[in-house]
């Protein structure tokens, strides 16, 4: 009797616990929800709910062509997440299945570049992206943006679980190399693509700084940007400025809850061999 005592407590501690978390990170949420429908001039009132519903922040918004600026960092991001899933796919695989000289020094160098900081590559990726006369353009910002080791560390880690045996079967049966890749290994990538692609995609969406360094003509800036020039002028339209953040997380949000259930699964498929 006391064990299932002790069981019952200890799962309502759980529960109270999890939901006192979960109330943390939705509050601030909520609370941008909730001052994007207030006027201006109360969006600094803490109440939980607006007293006078107004949508003059979302007017401003769209009147502000909001509507270009997530178009920009949309198709930047999806272009991103396609491209650099299939190269670091490929990438990964030839780590990981292949045979080569220098195949570890290549690994480890790939890995390296994960502890230089972007500040310090910079200057010399924009002076590089300059001289290709890639400024005010997508691929300046899109093309710096593929490589990734993440992604392929990830891959390799994945391809390494993969038994030998399917791969020697294959060869057996006459595949090719691109064959056996294609149509053995792809549609194995399932959980780890899908985990990839949602890092990818939030990490290009909420890219700030690249952008506004290669951008700065304004219908080329992405909605980080235009939500930074709402900030930095004297009048600062808070209410503007709380509806495009509510509008910049749609995305991430639709994402998040459809995939969420493939996260964890391709996380712990592509654990360290």
Known sequence: MNNLNNKGRLYFTKIIS?????????????????SSLKPNADVFDLALLPKIVSFDGYRRVLDENFLRYFGNSFFIATTVTL???????????????LNFGGKNLVFIWILSTLMVPFSVI???????VKNLNWLNTFQGVIVPAIPHAYGIFLFRQFFLTIPKELEEAA????????????????????????????AFFIANWNNYLWPLIVNQQQHMWVLQVA????????????DAVMASGVITIIPTVIIFFILQKYLVEGIKMSGVK
């Open 171 to 198: 060869k057996i049966d006459g595949c090719s190399l691109w064959k056996i890749f294609s149509r053995i290994f792809l549609p194995l990538i399932k959980p780890v693509a899908i985990t990839l692609a949602v």
């Open 83 to 97: 491209v650099a899933l299939v190269f670091h796919a490929m990438a990964g695989y030839s780590l990981a299945r």
């Open 227 to 238: 939500i930074a020039c709402f900030i930095g002028r004297n009048d600062t339209p808070w």
């Open 122 to 128: 910079m200057i010399p990726l924009f002076i590089l």
């Open 18 to 34: 999890a939901s006192a978390i979960g109330y943390l990170f939705i509050l601030p949420i909520y609370m941008m929800v909730v």
